[in-house]
């Protein structure tokens, strides 16, 4: 029987991975589902909710951007969906508390820069990073 | 007086001990952190991987597109020069040889006529070139020991910005590459524009076999993928910039415990000769007292 297999990697560490019924997401293109044979397929992943359904149940990982490959290396019968996200965590990990102080330094932030206070570029990209990971999470959490 | 000799070498002594106890608790410290800092270098292989197996699909999958984007420019006017060295000096050859190969780098690059853009990381890196009157742009410094990907991500949006402007043709690292516990060397790699994956080595990713279909297409999805990649690579430079670190750091101390072990048993001997010397002396003196004062009775 053909299986699919599902690994989850981080730039810090291989976060989840294991045998897996369906891994559905949202690339660029839009929503999509990866089933056991389906064709080899590179793509990128749009920051949101990325879910694993597993014989045990689903689960669920919040995805801050990333990409895709989907292929079968040498047994024609095993399917692998490799996901790289730059940062990715389990909806389950988040710490909403966290999430909030970070929503509301990026704001702090961006609000000080729009002000005319500082105008670093680079300061203000990453404070707009800052802000759509932490909203991202408290969605995903909330 | 001989007394005063042995004095003096009993106090060197005991100050090449303490600087032996701390050259190897260094040593020790440094050793704890190699595994450390190599176990991220491994926890971070499959992303890198991953990184570079979808660069090779996508420029298989559209050699048109990846020719536009992938191609070292003929001409290059003006580069971005990026060094990793470390925050921390007392190991041995590691900050310089990295900071020298960066200087070369550059002086090459004058010389071909291009004006280069230097950023450093490590504090060790911004006074080595303002000595040497070259200008460094930007340096980052206090990770260097444990790198985040989030240090990463900073640098990389930093370097990257002149490039994506148009300004500058090229982005060039200088870094120490952990090959392995014993063998680790400064190498210079092209970051953008983005170099495939070198298919001569034995680890490289190889492609997929049959049709691949790409989401978006490959065109925008390279051009979205190239400052993804410049993270992960400038990532992975970094931890293997610390493991280095930490290994170069871990021979230097042991040499410098060594050497205090050397130097300890040196003055020791030293030490037992003078004291020796100054009982030898003594007994003369009882002795030639002792005839004086029989032949004077």
């Known amino acids: 029987m053909a299986t699919l297999l599902v690994e989850i990697v981080t730039p810090e560490a291989p976060l989840w991975s294991g045998e897996a019924l369906a891994l559905i997401a949202r690339s660029s293109d839009g929503d999509f589902t990866i089933l056991p044979e389906h064709t080899a397929t590179v793509g990128d992943l749009v920051p949101g909710v990325l879910r694993v359904q597993t014989t045990e149940g689903e689960l669920s990982f919040c995805v801050h951007g990333g990409y895709f490959q989907v292929g079968t290396d040498d047994k024609p019968e095993e399917t692998r969906a490799t996901v790289l996200a730059g940062i990715a965590e389990k909806v389950t990990d988040i710490d909403v508390a966290r999430a909030q102080v970070a929503k509301e330094a990026a704001e702090a932030q961006l609000a000080a820069s729009s002000r005319g206070e500082s105008t670093d570029a680079v300061t203000e990209r990453l404070a707009h990073d800052a802000l759509a990971r932490a909203d991202l999470r408290l969605s995903a959490a909330g | ?297």
């Open chain 2, 1 to 297: 007086m001989a007394g005063g000799q042995e004095r003096i070498l009993r106090r060197r002594i005991k100050s090449v001990q303490a600087t032996r106890k701390i050259t190897k608790a260094m040593e020790l410290i440094a050793a704890s952190q190699i595994s450390r800092s190599q176990a991220r270098i491994f926890a971070n292989r499959p992303y890198r991987h991953g990184m570079q197996r979808i660069i090779v699909e996508a420029a298989l999958g559209d050699p048109a597109a990846a020719k536009k984007l992938l191609a070292t420019p003929d001409v290059v006017t003006s580069a971005v020069v990026l060094v990793i060295a470390g925050d921390r000096g007392l190991s041995g050859a590691y900050n310089t040889s990295a900071l020298r190969a960066g200087e070369r780098l550059v002086q090459q690059l004058q010389r071909e006529g291009a004006s280069v853009r230097l950023y450093c990381v490590g504090k060790k890196a911004p006074s080595f070139y303002r000595f040497r009157g070259m200008d460094v742009q930007q340096s980052f410094m206090g990770f260097v020991d444990r790198p985040s990907f989030s240090d990463a991500r900073l640098i990389a949006s930093v370097v990257a910005a002149p490039f994506i402007d148009g300004e500058v043709q090229k982005v060039l690292l200088v870094s120490t590459r952990f090959h392995s516990a014993g063998s680790q060397g400064v190498e210079t790699e092209q970051l953008l524009p983005l170099a495939l994956p070198d298919p001569v080595l034995e680890d490289a990713p190889k492609p997929l076999k049959g049709y691949t279909e790409f989401e978006p297409e490959v065109e925008q999805l390279l051009t979205s993928l190239a400052p993804r990649a410049l993270e992960s690579e400038i990532f992975s430079a970094l931890l293997e910039g610390a493991a280095s670190f930490h290994i170069s750091q871990q021979r230097a101390m042991a040499a410098a415990t060594d050497n205090a072990d050397e130097l300890g048993q040196t003055l020791t001997r030293i030490m037992n000769r003078a004291r020796q010397d100054s009982i030898t002396t003594e007994i003369m003196e009882i002795v030639g007292g002792a005839e004086a004062l029989r032949s004077g009775k």
